[in-house]
């Protein structure tokens, strides 16, 4: 690896930090509410599998007794 100047490294690390498109408002406030309702739809999920799950292991080992 060939040692780079490092006056010329911090001009492309400029150059390349120049190239950086930060999001609007909008699009944080959209896509954090999109990520919240997935939490919520994930949860939900794994709640009804974990209830249906410790169902039917309750009845299995009610079944062996």
Do not use: C, H, Y
């Not at 780079?4 to 944080?28: C, D, G, H, I, M």
């Amino acid at each position: 690896m060939a040692m780079v100047n490092p006056f010329q490294f911090l001009q492309e690390v400029r150059s390349e930090a120049s190239k950086v498109v930060w999001p609007t408002r909008r699009e944080t406030m959209i896509t954090t509410g999109l990520v919240i309702l997935m939490v919520l739809l994930a949860s939900l999920f794994f709640v009804l599998v974990d209830q249906g799950l410790r169902l039917a292991t309750g009845l299995l080992l009610r079944i062996g007794q």
